[in-house]
């Protein structure tokens, strides 16, 4: 079975500091790899993917991620934090093929951004 | 704006209740997931449907139901309403059923039962 971990629930950042939301995934098979984030009163919204192609990924509104399976990671960074930055987001490992098709979620990491 | 609608907004009810939630996939999407988010449960996948059939069930109560439309709308009902049914509830849905497909999410369903 999978399971990922994040393992900061909250984070605060000044704005213009780098960000970092750390995610740990385990799983048995070549898994597939989201993060997701998600504003106050909002639905959630995909950042970015990783999928068995390249191991950094970039995704929207300047994060990115990298896969390193060496050690189960898939963390996200962002060079300079800005205000709307503020809200949860989810690691999200994909389901084992040919199991029921279920995302798991992480249990979210809330971010700050202090001006 | 993902393109997944969903209605209500908002959703007060009593105890012992029944509400309909619905949802309206992306354009041409298929598959489309029911999650409840909880503050002490956190995000749960409860059931999923592709073209019309049921293809995965999750922590999903027998309370609870759901189905997907021949116009590929779904509705997820819930019954006997409790207070620990409180929670957002959120359709995604996707183009197709394989693990690489991302899931995009509607704005939710605040359900409140009093």
């Known amino acids: 079975a999978q399971s990922v971990t994040q393992l900061d629930s909250h984070v605060s950042v000044s704005e213009g500091t780098p960000v970092l939301l750390r995610c740990n995934y385990s799983?048995?098979?070549?898994?597939?790899l989201f993060w997701y984030v998600q504003h106050p009163n909002k639905g959630l919204q995909l950042l970015l993917k990783y999928t068995s192609a390249a191991t950094l990924v970039k995704g929207i509104n300047g994060f990115e991620a990298e896969f390193k399976k060496s050690e189960t990671s898939f963390h996200l960074t962002k060079p300079s934090a800005h205000m709307s930055d503020a809200a949860e987001y989810f690691c999200?490992?994909?389901?084992?093929?040919?199991?029921?098709?279920?995302?798991?979620f992480g249990s979210g990491t809330q971010l700050t951004v202090l001006p | 704006d993902s393109g997944v609608t969903q209605t209500p907004k908002h959703l007060i009810t009593a105890t012992g209740q029944r509400v309909t939630l619905r949802c309206s996939p992306r354009?041409?999407?298929?598959?489309v997931y029911w999650y409840q988010q909880s503050l002490d449960q956190g995000l749960q996948f409860l059931i999923q449907y592709y073209n019309g059939e049921e293809r995965a069930k999750g922590n999903i109560l027998e309370r609870f139901s759901a189905q997907q439309f021949p116009d590929l709308h779904s509705e997820l009902n819930l019954s006997s309403l409790e207070l620990g049914d409180s929670a957002l509830y959120f359709c995604a849905s996707s183009v197709g059923v394989g693990r690489t497909y991302e899931q995009y999410f509607g704005p939710g369903t605040r359900l409140t039962v009093t």
């Open positions: 799983s048995s098979y070549s898994p597939s």
């Open positions: 999200v490992v994909s389901p084992s093929p040919g199991s029921a098709r279920q995302l798991t």
């Open positions: 354009s041409g999407d298929l598959s």
